[in-house]
């Protein structure tokens, strides 16, 4: 799914070179294979082994696994998804209507800055 569907997705953005990957924690996630991708695709990516090292299983710093995942979670399953299609679909429709939610990034933004 990396490789084949959200790369290919931020490659086209012209901001692309300007991205700065946060990888979940998840076990899957931390795999040599895709620690290799990774490396190859994003000038700087976050997580324990990245290029931008960050501390493991803290909710203040991993806000892919304890803000953003929660916020899609609970807002896909409460549309009781029929199938893996249909979830892929609303999983995709949470993640346009949050990237047109500048507000919450820029709240984000806010809680990082408060670390450097």
Same mark, same amino acid.
């Given at each position: 799914?990396? *490789? @084949?569907?959200?790369?290919? =997705?931020?490659?086209? =953005? $012209?901001?692309?070179?300007?991205?700065? !990957?946060?990888?979940? #924690?998840?076990?899957? &996630?931390? #795999?040599?294979?895709?620690?290799?991708?990774?490396?190859?695709?994003?000038? /700087? !990516?976050? /997580?324990?082994?990245?290029?931008?090292? !960050? $501390?493991? &299983?803290?909710? @203040?710093?991993?806000?892919?696994?304890?803000?953003? !995942?929660?916020?899609?979670?609970? &807002?896909v399953y409460a549309? =009781?998804?029929? /199938?893996?299609n249909h979830m *892929?679909? +609303?999983i995709e429709e949470?993640?346009?209507?949050?990237?047109?939610?500048?507000?919450?990034?820029?709240?984000?933004?806010?809680? +990082?800055?408060?670390?450097?």
């Open positions: 799914m990396l *490789k @084949d569907t959200i790369v290919p =997705h931020l490659q086209a =953005h $012209p901001a692309f070179q300007t991205v700065i !990957w946060q990888q979940g #924690g998840a076990p899957p &996630h931390y #795999g040599q294979v895709v620690r290799y991708l990774l490396d190859d695709t994003f000038l /700087d !990516w976050i /997580d324990r082994r990245g290029t931008i090292k !960050w $501390p493991p &299983h803290s909710p @203040d710093l991993m806000s892919c696994d304890f803000s953003l !995942w929660g916020i899609v979670k609970d &807002h549309q =009781h998804p029929r /199938d893996i *892929k679909s +609303l949470e993640f346009t209507l949050l990237n047109s939610n500048i507000e919450l990034c820029q709240q984000r933004e806010q809680q +990082l800055q408060a670390f450097y």
